[in-house]
């Protein structure tokens, strides 16, 4: 049973294009949200994590909106460039953090 | 080292074959996990070491995975009799420290293994 849902599979945006990449999850005790970028050969690098005290979180281009109630969050990438084309995961945790559940992944393209 | 290091970071088998995969982790960081990337999709738990203690390893899908980290620093996941199922990438990633106060520490994670298996 997969723990955090990810949607889209892939996205092709513009430079410039704002994607969002979405999840969703179902076990109410998960309390840290990190996304993490990976690029092919590579392992997967954190960009940026929430808890579920805050709505929204911004670094650099971007932004994890959190909504709590529909637990459901977003990635979203300001001002995209062809260097964002990757692959994104989102992922949830139970504070103890012994393991990451982690969506299926997002192959993101940003077409120059 | 500066990150997480992984060794090989390609492994050819044939089905049957014993194989050992080893894991560098950032220095000073107590915590250690094992995952399993299968292709397209995202990792998947395996593993956790706190120092040389494996306090879960509720996602080894069979009693052919094993994993140690005798010293509490560089960790060996080891699988025997591979089967063509087994491959995979295989992600390694370490943490300050898991679990206390309940904060998450965050996990950095090398650059995998790939193990394919013939």
């Known amino acids: 049973q997969q723990q955090v849902k990810q949607s889209p599979q892939s996205l092709i945006v513009q430079k410039g294009g704002i994607p969002i990449i979405n999840c969703a999850y179902e076990?109410?005790?998960?309390?840290?949200f990190p996304w993490y970028q990976q690029f092919p050969g590579k392992g997967p690098a954190l960009l940026i994590a929430?808890?579920?005290?805050?709505s929204e979180k911004k670094e650099g281009r971007f932004t994890i909106s959190f909504n709590k109630s529909a637990k459901q969050f977003s990635l979203h990438i300001m001002d995209s460039q062809p260097g964002d084309s990757a692959t994104y995961f989102c992922a949830a945790s139970l504070n103890t953090g012994n393991q990451f559940y982690f969506g299926t992944g997002t192959s993101l393209t940003v077409i120059p | 080292g500066a990150g997480v290091s992984q060794s090989p970071r390609y492994k050819v088998a044939k089905r049957g074959q014993d194989v050992a995969l080893r894991c560098d982790p950032i220095?000073?960081?107590?915590?250690l996990f094992w995952y399993q990337q299968a292709l397209g999709q995202g990792p998947e738990f395996l593993t956790y070491?706190?120092?040389?203690?494996?306090?879960?390893k509720s996602g080894l899908p069979s009693d052919r995975f094993f994993a140690e980290r005798p010293e509490g620093s560089v960790s060996t996941l080891k699988i025997q009799r591979t089967q063509q199922e087994d491959s995979a990438v295989y992600l390694c990633?370490?943490?300050?420290?898991?679990?206390?106060?309940?904060?998450?520490?965050?996990?950095?994670f090398g650059p995998g293994t790939r193990l394919t298996v013939t």
């Open positions: 070491f706190q120092n040389e203690a494996q306090l879960d």
């Open positions: 076990n109410t005790a998960f309390d840290y």
């Open positions: 220095s000073g960081h107590v915590s």
């Open positions: 929430i808890r579920p005290d805050v």
């Open positions: 990633a370490s943490s300050r420290l898991t679990g206390t106060g309940g904060l998450v520490h965050e996990q950095y």
